[in-house]
């Protein structure tokens, strides 16, 4: 990995404008475009399948539930380790986040006492879960999960909100069906993850398109300028929730200019709030796309997330990769995963725990997304170990990302 963090190290830490964007070859790699008689009308990721298995996840999640146990076992000082890979963040803010530490630790805790092995193999657990990949599935074929990009149709994404059902039936099955509290919660747990971690990968594929789009000529990717606008307004149609009917009928009334707008709103978001906690850095490097630049922070070559920050309390841009600690976002972010289970189990009354589980998931839930673009860099330029580092703490079993 030397020559390569080397190469790296040295585009963060050249302070001129954007880093080589890379090589445009690399799109159509990835990115199929589909055509009806000579009409660009969809884009899909070929790295993206139909096939859909529950087991991948309940793969990741039992090993990493025994993994982690083992080193809670085997580790006197675990609980202080806990502490001081959080300590920046949840010191940072004063009693607060001081509390929000001790919710982590006790989260932990309790996920000591699990017998992992027992819920896994409990049969309520694998008929709730059996049925939910049978739902969860069937709900997939109504959405072709290899497309990333629908130009022709202004609700293709809006329409198709499909695993929101598959869940809420699995939850009130689990409810009726397990009746020990281990069970039960992990069940939750997995059945709400599961669906958001299949819905996320479009959004990060979507991500890796927009590295493309914004750094290369239009004419170079095989598309014109009105069919990367198009494409533009299907990936923030596709971002639309549910219930913003209001904001759908606005992409549907201004559909060629609808998404280039978000896009810039979103590029000036970013611009201000790096501009705004540009002091904290000791130097600033290249900007590898509209998301992310080189920095040096706290004597650390890192990459800095400008769209999202921190965390809900900490709202100064997330660090996406650190040059010579390539491993650390990853575990925080396993730890804090694992403690949104943990935080269930604690005898405390549910809006608290809401509240702490929302506060582990601001760390790294629309980070490790918006990190697409990031890959996308990586990926334009070859550089296939950053490409694994952020492969690995994207934690989402589901997405391959690598193409056959």
């Known amino acids: 990995m030397g020559a390569l963090k080397s190469s790296i190290l040295a585009i963060l830490l050249v302070s001129t404008s954007f880093a080589n964007a890379g090589d445009v070859d690399a799109f159509s790699k990835r990115f199929e475009l589909i055509k009806e008689e000579g009409k660009l009308i969809a884009i899909r990721d070929r790295s993206l399948s139909f096939k859909f298995s529950i087991?991948?996840?309940?793969?990741?999640?039992?090993?990493?539930?025994?993994?982690?146990?083992r080193l809670m076992n085997s580790k006197a000082d675990y609980n202080s380790e806990l502490e001081e890979l959080f300590a920046e963040e949840f010191h940072d803010k004063g009693d607060t986040n001081n509390q929000n530490i001790q919710y982590l630790v006790r989260s932990m805790e309790e996920l000591k006492k699990i017998d992992v092995e027992k819920v896994f193999n409990d049969p309520g657990f694998k008929e709730v879960v059996e049925k939910f990949e049978s739902k969860l599935g069937d709900a997939m074929l109504k959405l072709d999960p290899r497309v990333v990009a629908r130009l022709d149709n202004p609700t293709f994404f809006y329409k198709r909100a499909v695993g929101y059902q598959a869940v809420k039936w699995a939850l009130n099955f689990a409810k009726n069906r397990l009746s020990t509290i281990p069970v039960l919660n992990t069940a939750t747990y997995i059945i709400v993850k599961v669906e958001k971690l299949i819905r996320e990968r479009r959004l990060f594929h979507q991500n890796m398109m927009m590295h493309y789009f914004e750094n290369f000529n239009e004419t170079d990717l095989g598309m014109t300028h009105e069919e990367v606008n198009l494409t533009w307004s299907s990936i923030y149609e596709s971002r639309i929730p549910w219930?913003?009917?209001?904001?759908?009928?606005?992409?549907?009334?201004?559909?060629?200019?609808?998404?280039v707008g978000k896009f810039f709103q979103g590029v000036r978001t970013a611009n201000t709030r790096f501009r705004n906690n540009q002091s904290n850095y000791s130097r600033v490097g290249r900007r590898f796309n509209f998301a992310f630049r080189g920095a040096t922070y706290k004597g650390d070559d890192i990459i800095v997330n400008m769209v999202d920050s921190q965390n809900q309390f900490n709202k100064k841009p997330a660090i996406a990769y650190y040059v010579h600690k390539p491993t650390k976002i990853k575990r925080t972010r396993i730890i804090l995963q694992l403690a949104g289970l943990g935080v269930s189990f604690i005898p405390l009354p549910s809006f608290v725990?809401?509240?702490?589980?929302?506060?582990?998931?601001?760390?790294?839930?629309t980070q490790k997304i918006s990190e697409?673009?990031?890959?996308?860099?990586?990926?334009?330029?070859?550089?296939?170990?950053?490409?694994?580092?952020?492969?690995?703490?994207?934690?989402?079993?589901?997405?391959?990302?690598t193409l056959n």
Not at 55 to 69: A, G, S, V
Not at 244 to 259: C, D, I, L, P
């Open 55 to 69: 087991k991948p996840y309940l793969k990741f999640i039992k090993e990493t539930l025994l993994e982690e146990q």
């Open 372 to 401: 697409g673009a990031l890959y996308g860099y990586f990926e334009s330029n070859g550089a296939k170990e950053d490409m694994a580092i952020l492969r690995d703490q994207y934690l989402n079993p589901f997405d391959k990302l």
């Open 353 to 365: 725990k809401n509240i702490a589980s929302g506060y582990f998931k601001s760390f790294y839930e």
């Open 243 to 259: 219930y913003a009917f209001w904001e759908s009928t606005a992409a549907k009334n201004n559909w060629n200019k609808y998404g």
